[in-house]
């Protein structure tokens, strides 16, 4: 059994999903690994990881505009604001969305499905440069 650790960074433009698949291919590959799993963790409390559409932009466009509606900039709905009006409402949807993804490595290749890509999903304003914590283990 081999593992691998290591850390992305990835930079954001601000608010919105970041397609990060070919990134973590790109890691993958040199490994060599034809069975196992790969953990993909984000470092962050303010930006979570998921697995979504990587064909029909609207998806992500409707994904967007849910979690505006989810958890809204609005000041009087939350006590904590310590960091601007954005940040309570990042955090909130880091908790629903999550920081962690685990994908299996089938003959070498991430299982990913046909329309399935990996995304970071950005939820302050400002760009920002997120890590992503990866380990690979398998054979």
């Known amino acids: 059994m081999r593992q691998a650790v290591d850390i992305l960074s990835i930079p954001t433009r601000g608010r919105g999903l970041v397609e990060i698949t070919r990134d973590v291919r790109n890691w993958l590959e040199p490994h060599t690994v034809q069975a ?5 963790f984000c470092r962050h409390t303010s930006a979570g990881l998921l697995i979504q559409e990587n064909a029909a932009r609207d998806v992500r466009t409707d ?3 849910f979690f505006d509606r989810l958890a809204p ?3 009087s709905q939350y006590r904590y604001a310590d960091e601007g009006p954005d940040d309570m409402p ?3 949807r880091t ?3 999550g920081v962690q993804l685990t994908i ?4 070498g290749k991430l299982a990913l499905g046909t329309w399935q ?7 302050r304003r400002a760009p920002h440069r997120r890590q992503i914590a990866l380990h690979l283990i398998g054979e």
């Not at 299996?104 to 003959?107: D, N, Y």
């Not at 890509?117 to 939820?123: K, N, P, S």
Request: charge should be negative.
């Open 95 to 97: 908790a629903v969305i």
């Open 90 to 92: 990042a955090h909130i």
């Open 36 to 40: 196992g799993l790969l953990t993909l």
């Open 117 to 123: 890509g990996i995304y970071l999903f950005e939820h």
């Open 104 to 107: 299996p490595i089938v003959e």
């Open 73 to 75: 900039e609005d000041a």
């Open 63 to 65: 994904l967007e505009a």
